[in-house]
């Protein structure tokens, strides 16, 4: 088993430009979750799904974040237009019923 | 209040001592609990769930009080592999995971 698979490991951009975020979660998971984690506030969810379909986004700051998951085995975090502040480790997750949270090793993203 | 609160720490501790992490939580619903591991820029990975009765895992041993919402973890004769942060995790049936924002531990020789 792969495990769950991040794509870039590292991204630096540029202010205002547009970062994409990738992951392929573990075949068989019917649940896929992005989180984002900084000193300050540790390790928030972002927004969490369910059989592809988005069951809460209440933790995406705002609308230049948006999260899209096309099929099972596929999924994207979108953030456009980028800001300073949006500097962090994104991680995605996945799981099945009975099963624990299982992380990727995490998109570092600068913006600078 | 945040839903999951720990001692950030650090803890700071020789070989072979016995340390003690604990954390609360808000909800009085959650109903699963775990304790995460994460490594220095690394991704958290599951260390144990916790159980009402209490569990031990070799030299791990978590408890959980849900009158006082309560959870802890209970390492003996720390290891310097045993040096990260550690993350208390909380859930509700059909939700996702709330995570502490960690207790960092570190082992010295």
């Known amino acids: 088993d792969a495990g769950v698979i991040q794509s870039p490991r590292h991204e630096v951009t540029e202010m205002g430009q547009e970062v994409t975020l990738r992951c392929k979660p573990i075949?068989?998971?019917?649940?896929l979750f992005w989180y984002r984690q900084t000193m300050m506030r540790g390790l928030e969810l972002l927004i969490y799904?369910?059989?592809?379909?988005?069951?809460?986004d209440s933790g995406m700051p705002e609308d230049r974040f948006s999260a899209k998951m096309p099929n099972a085995s596929f999924s994207t975090l979108k953030i456009q237009p980028s800001e300073p502040r949006d500097s962090a480790v994104y991680f995605c997750?996945?799981?099945?019923?009975?099963?624990?949270?299982?992380f990727g090793s995490g998109t570092r993203l600068t913006v600078v | 209040r945040k839903e999951v609160e720990q001692d950030p720490g650090p803890f700071n501790v020789p070989e072979g001592a016995t340390v003690a992490f604990n954390c609360t939580y808000s909800?009085?619903?959650?109903?699963?609990f775990f304790w995460y591991r994460q490594d220095c820029r690394k991704e958290p990975k599951l260390l144990m769930s916790v159980y009402s009765s209490g569990n031990e895992d070799g030299r791990f041993t978590a408890q959980l009080n849900r009158a006082s919402q309560y959870i802890s973890l209970l390492i003996r004769d720390s290891k310097l592999s045993d040096s990260a942060t550690y993350l208390c995790?909380?859930?509700?049936?059909?939700?996702?995971?709330?995570f502490g924002k960690g207790t960092t531990l570190s082992v010295s020789s």
């Open positions: 909800n009085s619903a959650s109903q699963s």
């Open positions: 799904f369910n059989n592809n379909v988005p069951i809460d």
């Open positions: 995790v909380v859930n509700q049936a059909g939700t996702a995971l709330i």
């Open positions: 997750a996945s799981s099945s019923s009975g099963t624990s949270d299982t």
């Open positions: 075949s068989g998971h019917n649940s």
